[in-house]
Structure formats: C-alpha cells, structure tokens
C-alpha cells in the first residue's frame, strides 16, 4: 500500500485543498488529520524528556556488569 503525505491548511469553511493525484482519482481512500505541533513545544519536551532520563544508567559499572554476563553464561 503506497502512502502519500501533504501538508497543508484547512480553510475558515472547513474546506481542505490536496494537491491532484492521478493515482487517487476515483478511488477510497483513508484520511488521517493530526495537527502540527509548534515547534517550541517540541524542543520543551526534547528538555523535558533529557533532564528526565539523562544519568539514568550513570551509576551502574559497565565493566562488571559485562563480567557477571559472560560468567553467567559460560558456567
């Protein structure tokens, strides 16, 4: 199933314009509508998601965790 994106602006009316598609003429298709996220918005949540995950693993060794692995598996 080939997919096809445009971007673009419903009108005052309700009205949304695509542009033409031969391929599409005369044949059912799914539309799936999702707002456009500001993009001050999304560099708050890139923060947010870094100050919630950043040194999340920084207190574990990665040295001794690899040796009790491999221990582990060739016993």
Do not use: C, H
Not at 22 to 51: G, H, T, W
Request: proline share 3%.
């Amino acid at each position: 199933m080939q997919a096809y994106r445009f971007e673009t602006r419903i009108s005052k009316k309700g009205i949304i314009k695509l542009p033409f598609n031969k391929q599409l003429v005369d044949r059912e298709v799914e539309i799936i509508i999702m707002p456009k996220q500001d993009l001050k918005s999304n560099k708050d949540a890139s923060i947010d998601f870094v100050n919630k995950w950043s040194g999340f693993l920084s207190e574990l060794n990665i040295e001794d965790s690899k040796f009790q692995y491999l221990s582990e598996k060739y016993k």
